[in-house]
């Protein structure tokens, strides 16, 4: 089934550890997207990358980084946990970067961070 | 800066009453403007959206939307809600502000008792 996959679907973290969110998507999406849920804040883009080689911010990405090798892979790492990262992050992409963007979601990883 | 607002946090209703959920942006240029739906235990997923035409739009499972471009409001309805409607609802506006990133609001919780 085509879609979004996200791993691990949760994980327990240390403060001051590293830690990779891996991302794929098989539906060929130019764009991709990393939120973090929290609650009564809604989502919130972390970053996003129109297409392969491209990257760019959103609205709250410090102590977060992404990188795009290629169409289908879009990981998000935190360089050194705090705390405050403990969220849920969801992975999306859309066809296109545009203003129709129906944007498709993974099923999240929940992270905390302690 | 662009911004959506839902009024409502959390709403309670019983199954069969009518539902409306609160959603207004900021930004007043051209919008292109969204509601997803995250079901329990699932992902979020996409129930209507708006780019241009008639303002009213319908989109799966019975509901719908009206664009109301005086009042910066895009309200989500249906009729008569079941306890599968149980879900969070989030409104989302795109706007072309040169970035075409999309806002999400903070969300509403919709708990339906049967």
């Known amino acids: 089934i085509a879609g979004i996959t996200q791993a691990p679907t949760s994980q327990i973290l240390a403060a001051g550890r590293r830690m990779t969110l891996r991302c794929t998507q098989d539906m060929r999406h130019n764009a991709m997207y990393w939120y973090r849920q929290d609650l009564g804040l809604g989502l919130r883009l972390i970053h996003y990358?129109?297409?392969?080689?491209?990257?760019g911010k959103g609205e709250v990405p410090d102590g977060y980084s992404v990188s795009r090798a290629n169409t289908d892979d879009f990981p998000l790492t935190l360089a050194s946990a705090v705390p405050s990262q403990t969220s849920v992050y969801f992975c999306?992409?859309?066809?296109?970067?545009?203003?129709?963007?129906?944007?498709?979601f993974g099923p999240g990883t929940r992270l905390t961070v302690l | 800066a662009q911004s959506v607002s839902q009024h409502n946090h959390h709403v309670i209703l019983s199954e069969a009453a009518s539902l409306e959920l609160g959603c207004n942006y900021s930004y007043g240029g051209t919008v292109n403007l969204f509601w997803y739906v995250q079901y329990p235990g699932q992902h979020l997923q996409l129930l209507l959206k708006?780019?241009?035409?008639?303002?009213l739009v319908k989109g799966i499972k019975g509901f719908e939307a009206e664009f109301i471009k005086s009042k910066f409001s895009f309200n989500l309805r249906k009729p008569s809600v079941q306890w599968s409607d149980t879900a969070e609802y989030f409104c989302?506006?795109?706007?072309?502000?040169?970035?075409?990133?999309?806002?999400f609001g903070a969300g509403t919780r919709l708990f339906v008792k049967a």
């Open positions: 708006y780019f241009s035409g008639d303002p």
């Open positions: 999306a992409s859309s066809e296109l970067s545009g203003p129709y963007n129906e944007q498709f």
């Open positions: 990358s129109n297409t392969a080689g491209t990257t």
């Open positions: 989302a506006v795109n706007a072309d502000t040169g970035g075409f990133k999309t806002i």
